[in-house]
């Protein structure tokens, strides 16, 4: 028996943060981003809750690639405040770290589980409506995605007005977390039909959108796309989860500090070939492995399938290289690392790669690997 489900209530479109005003509550924590409140930001969401007469904490001591210790300064602030609610606002990792907030406070007071709302201000993770949490602990060097239930949040506003201000370098990583996003979950072998549909519009609005969301920060109607993009890829890999590449970029991530989405860029072309098993050099075969035909589903999606199986995954190959050059995203480990010396990327790879088997989103990959296959990818990447 097969399972799906969408917990969430997701508000969209112009002026979605009208929600807020709506809320039956008195007071909130709100747990956000620094930036969101350097940046003035914040001013978009305390205002309708003053307008609602909402009384707000503010917790903002969120970092990227959120480590052990903030979640659980957060968990303290919570238990504090008892606020009915938490309100959630940054990227993945200020979203990441109000979910865990809530599950850790959870378990240690049973009778506490507040409503939350996650509020997205990139367009990249789908971590509003997702079961999963990552974590990481730096110095073990090591990332933690938590998968469970209670991880998910009640509510999630996607508000274009919010995610004006990413400059374009993190519009091209949190874009290509979202294709990463789409294409993992459409091949996972945990893909099903209502996951592949979400999915393959996923793709469809990034093939149109991406270029132009990254080409410009006023282009709100692509930036307004790429927003949904972001959480329909969410929906699609919360069923169906994930798989070797998110496996892999949750080393780099860890090991050294390359962003989220940019990790994923760098890896996504040469998973796709590793899982098709497609190089350069093959000839047409009679038969293919199962995933070639959804890579030639979704180059046709993006407009690049060509004459057969292998031409038309060669073409979704370069596609992604394309992105990645057209938006100055780092090919390989050694360009997005500058300090790093081949040497130390070298010594940390047998880690990795044991890391990177043991990592929960691998286990649903198409292909399942060998620990040398993952060390040929790793040494590909540098
Ligand atoms: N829970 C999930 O399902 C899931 C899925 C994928 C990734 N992740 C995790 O999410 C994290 C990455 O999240 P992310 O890619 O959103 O990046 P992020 O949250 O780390 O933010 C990246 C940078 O962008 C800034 N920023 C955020 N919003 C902005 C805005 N509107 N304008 C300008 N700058 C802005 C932040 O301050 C930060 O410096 C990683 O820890 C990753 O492992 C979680
Ligand atoms: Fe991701």
């Known amino acids: 028996m097969k399972e799906f489900h969408i917990n969430t209530e997701i508000f969209f479109g112009e002026r979605a943060l009208d929600r807020l005003t709506q809320l039956p509550y008195k007071n909130v924590m709100l747990i956000s981003d620094p930036f969101v409140v350097k940046s003035g930001m914040i001013k978009l969401l305390t205002s309708r809750l003053d307008s609602a007469m909402i009384q707000y904490e503010l917790f903002t001591d969120i970092v990227p690639d959120p480590p052990i210790e903030k979640v659980i300064a957060g968990v303290s602030v919570a238990l504090k405040l008892h606020a009915p609610c938490l309100v959630a606002v940054g990227?993945?990792?200020?979203?990441?770290?109000?979910?865990?907030?809530?599950?850790?406070?959870?378990?240690?007071?049973?009778?506490?589980?507040?409503?939350?709302?996650?509020?997205?201000?990139?367009?990249?993770?789908?971590?509003?409506?997702?079961?999963?949490?990552?974590?990481?602990?730096?110095?073990?060097?090591?990332?933690?995605?938590?998968?469970?239930?209670?991880?998910?949040?009640?509510?999630?506003?996607?508000?274009?007005?919010?995610?004006?201000?990413?400059?374009?370098?993190?519009?091209?990583?949190?874009?290509?977390d979202v294709l990463t996003h789409a294409i993992e979950a459409y091949v996972s072998t945990a893909n099903n039909e209502f996951s592949g549909a979400l999915a393959e519009k996923?793709?469809?609005?990034?093939?149109?959108?991406?270029?132009?969301?990254?080409?410009?920060?006023?282009?709100?109607?692509?930036?307004?796309?790429?927003?949904?993009?972001?959480?329909?890829?969410?929906?699609?890999?919360?069923?169906?989860?994930?798989?070797?590449?998110?496996?892999?970029?949750?080393q780099l991530g860890a090991n050294f500090h390359i962003p989220h989405g940019r990790a994923n860029a760098i890896l996504l072309p040469h998973i796709i070939e590793y899982n098709s098993g497609v190089k350069p050099t093959n000839r047409s075969q009679k038969e293919y492995d199962p995933c070639v035909r959804k890579y030639c589903n979704l180059a046709r999606i993006l407009g690049v399938s060509n004459m057969n199986e292998v031409t038309t995954v060669r073409s979704l190959i370069s596609y992604m290289h394309f992105l990645n050059s057209d938006m100055q995203i780092p090919s390989r480990v050694s360009e997005a690392c500058p300090k790093l010396t081949e040497e130390e990327y070298m010594a940390a790879i047998d880690r990795m790669a044991d890391a990177a088997l043991a990592d929960g989103c691998t286990a649903t990959n198409p292909r399942v690997p060998t620990k040398e296959e993952v060390i040929a990818i790793f040494k590909k990447i540098w």
């Open 91 to 176: 990227g993945g990792s200020a979203i990441d770290t109000a979910k865990a907030i809530r599950k850790f406070a959870n378990q240690l007071e049973k009778d506490y589980f507040p409503h939350l709302i996650a509020i997205p201000t990139t367009s990249g993770t789908g971590s509003e409506v997702t079961c999963f949490a990552v974590l990481s602990d730096p110095e073990k060097g090591r990332k933690y995605p938590l998968a469970s239930e209670d991880l998910i949040p009640d509510e999630a506003i996607l508000d274009e007005e919010l995610v004006k201000s990413v400059p374009a370098s993190v519009t091209a990583d949190t874009g290509m």
């Open 202 to 250: 996923a793709v469809e609005i990034s093939g149109q959108f991406l270029i132009r969301s990254y080409s410009s920060n006023e282009d709100t109607h692509a930036r307004r796309k790429m927003h949904i993009a972001s959480c329909l890829a969410g929906l699609a890999f919360n069923s169906a989860s994930l798989g070797l590449n998110h496996g892999m970029a949750h």
